[in-house]
């Protein structure tokens, strides 16, 4: 099995910045990409920022320029920096990993971690 253990988040002010890190343990051979979605009170789940084992990354228009996905793969670990942060950022964020497993990938999930951002 694999775990993921999210850490950061918090309440922050308008403009401010923060920094969220998940790391996995377990049975791991492989990573084919890791990624941060969110989820706002009433809202789908969204798609945050990605990298994949290539090292290319994919952000949600609406964070292109102020949120920088980056890992550390002796670690099996992605951290999220978020800068510049809006109201509108508010959400409880989710790291997924997907695990190469039997020649298959397959997706796990962090527990979540509120980030609140007050004006």
């Known amino acids: 099995q694999v775990q993921l253990v999210e850490s950061g988040g918090g309440l922050v002010q308008a403009g401010g910045s923060q920094r969220l890190s998940c790391a996995a343990s377990g049975s791991i051979i492989g990573i084919n990409a890791m990624g941060w979605y969110r989820q706002a009170p009433g809202k789908q789940r969204e798609l945050v920022a990605v990298?994949?084992?290539?090292?290319?990354?994919n952000y949600g228009n609406s964070v292109k320029g102020r949120f920088t996905i980056y890992r550390d793969s002796a670690e099996n670990t992605v951290y999220l920096q978020m800068d510049s942060l809006k109201p509108e950022d508010t959400a409880v964020y989710y790291c997924n990993f997907n695990v190469l497993r039997w020649g298959l990938g397959y997706d796990y999930w962090g527990q979540g971690t509120q980030v609140t951002v007050s004006s």
């Open positions: 990298i994949t084992s290539g090292g290319s990354t």
